[in-house]
């Protein structure tokens, strides 16, 4: 099975908050990450959360995570149409010593104005 | 400005011919990496190298190939053995104890 899982879709109202969900099973994993990927583009880093912390502000950008249930999201406050495009969530495998990074596949936001 | 080209954007190639993807990093970072996305299921690893000289396996490297004679660069060949080329390659880099990984702007392979 997939080392990372998200949902697919999400659709919301400009205005509204937009909540990705992530599920993780590499209980080693020290990183985890949110990337954006706009049409034809790569991917950006948004930001990120070290295992040991469990939520980090940035901006319109919150960022929880359980270690119990292996659960990371991503809520964005006041979603602009901009903000539509893929958000990939990823983590890095520091204890296994090979610091690949494994991403989700992927949950499409649609902003509707 | 320090980051991580890939080149061409857009690549067009005839069946049973072999074709070379660019990926030029100028980040100094160790590791570099080939994913393919298509629509749906995400990023899929194709080949990493950590070390110059040395590069591995990743989930669907039948029908890829790879070098990485300098730090700077890591092309990724599509062969007429890839049944199924037509996709978004993605090249990204990191430095290999570090966290982000950063990545070129893709190349879109089409197989006409």
């Known amino acids: 099975g997939e080392d990372v899982e998200q949902s697919l879709f999400l659709s919301v109202r400009e205005g509204d908050s937009s909540v990705i969900n992530c599920t993780y099973t590499?209980?080693?994993?020290?990183?985890l990450y949110w990337y954006k990927q706009e049409p034809g583009a790569g991917l950006q880093l948004l930001t990120y959360?070290?295992?040991?912390?469990d939520m980090k502000q940035d901006q319109r950008l919150t960022v929880l995570l359980n270690k119990k249930d292996k659960h990371l999201s991503l809520r964005i406050a006041d979603t602009q149409t901009g903000d539509s495009a893929i958000y990939f969530c990823a983590e890095i495998d520091t204890d296994g010593g090979s610091y690949i990074p494994t991403f989700g596949r992927g949950t499409s936001l649609i902003v509707h104005p | 400005d320090g980051g991580i080209t890939q080149s061409p954007k857009y690549l067009f190639r005839k069946e049973g011919q072999n074709v070379t993807l660019s990926c030029e990093q100028n980040?100094?970072?160790?590791?570099m990496y080939w994913y393919r996305q298509d629509p749906g299921q995400g990023l899929r690893l194709i080949y990493y190298s950590q070390i110059v000289n040395d590069f591995q396996k990743g989930d669907i490297a039948e029908g890829y190939s790879v070098s990485r004679e300098k730090k700077e660069s890591f092309p990724l060949t599509v062969t007429s053995a890839q049944k199924n080329p037509t996709a978004f390659y993605l090249c990204a880099s990191t430095f290999l104890e570090q966290t982000e990984a950063f990545f070129g702007q893709g190349t879109r392979l089409t197989v006409v």
């Open positions: 959360i070290f295992s040991n912390m």
């Open positions: 590499d209980s080693s994993s020290t990183y």
């Open positions: 980040l100094n970072h160790d590791a």
